[in-house]
């Protein structure tokens, strides 16, 4: 059998469009792929900041990727989300489907 990628995609165009949904009303983040646009971490905290804004606040964006995204993936665990991701990791090199296995776990959380 051949394997279904258009719902495969169809999923991840969801999934993306509903981090983008949910980041919209935060300036500093514009959400076009599940790689380049979680790099710097602001994404991630913008999404979490959304859905529980007593855990992180945009305040807290730094001009340092490593340090946004260790606020984020720290502050995400405090609302049950397990850490799969290591943020120097994602920094130097955001891997694709480790973010959108992340990204999937905010969703069950919070969709």
Avoid at 35 to 54: C, E, N
Avoid at 81 to 89: C, G, H, K, M, S
């Amino acid at each position: 059998a051949k394997p279904n990628f258009t719902r495969a995609q169809s999923k991840t165009g969801a999934l993306l469009q509903w981090c983008k949904e949910n980041t919209k009303e935060c300036g500093l983040v514009n959400i076009t792929n599940f790689t380049s646009s979680w790099q710097d971490g602001i994404a991630f905290m913008a999404l979490l900041h959304h859905f529980r804004p007593d855990l992180i606040s945009m305040k807290q964006v730094t001009s340092f990727p490593v340090k946004n995204l260790h606020l984020a993936f720290t502050a995400a665990s405090k609302a049950g989300i397990t850490q799969l991701l290591e943020a120097d990791e994602i920094a130097e090199y955001p891997e694709r489907l480790s973010i959108i296995t992340y990204l999937t776990l905010f969703h069950g959380k919070f969709a």
